[in-house]
Structure formats: C-alpha cells, structure tokens
C-alpha cells in the first residue's frame, strides 16, 4: 500500500460510520485485529476520495444564512441555515447543514 495520504474526514459519514461500527464488532468478536481494521479505513479513505473526485460532477447553488465559517489547516467549515441547495432540476431544502471542504491536494503534496 502506498505512503500517500487522504483525508479521514468521510469516516463520519454514514457510510463511514457504518463501517467503522462493524469493524468494532469485528474487532471484539476477535474476527480480525485492530490493525487490519485501520488498514481498511485506510483503503476506505483513498477509495471514497477516488470515487468521489472521478465520478461526481453535479454542481449546485447554495442560498441561506451563513451561521459559522472558520479556516483552519487547509480547511473550511461552513454552517449554513435554511439553506437551500439548487441542482440542474431540483431544489433541496433543510434546517441546517454543515459543509466541510478541504484542498483538492493530497495531505502533504505541494
């Protein structure tokens, strides 16, 4: 496996969280050890942001009121309410959402 590394931050995804409670279970039941779960959160990490960047390219507008922004290392945070995100043919509302972006380069790359 490569040195390269990737963000973590989708582990708190649904997704994510899913997998990091059945590596738990696993890891408790004695399935496998700690280290083969970290190194599936690893691959995790780098196959969500492959798939991500290769493969989404749907672009909305984003309207409401800007509650909280800050920027710390190479990251946004944003916490929007009553947004309202405008797709191509749609348009989604919500409460409240919070929006994290982070650099398109890798952690580490120039």
């Not at 960047?53 to 909280?68: I, M, Y």
């Amino acid at each position: 496996m490569s040195s390269t590394q990737f963000y973590e931050l989708y582990r708190r995804s649904s997704i994510g969280m899913a997998l990091t409670d059945s590596l738990d279970e696993l890891i408790q039941s004695g399935h496998i050890n700690p280290q083969l779960a970290m190194r599936v959160l690893t691959t995790f990490d780098k196959s969500i942001s492959e798939a991500l960047a290769q493969l989404v390219r749907n672009k909305a507008n984003v309207k409401g009121h800007l509650h909280t922004y800050r920027f710390c290392d190479d990251v946004w945070t944003f916490i929007i309410e009553n947004p309202n995100f405008k797709f191509e043919q749609e348009t989604v509302s919500a409460d409240k959402v919070k929006i994290v972006a982070c650099n398109a380069k890798r952690p580490g790359e120039q």
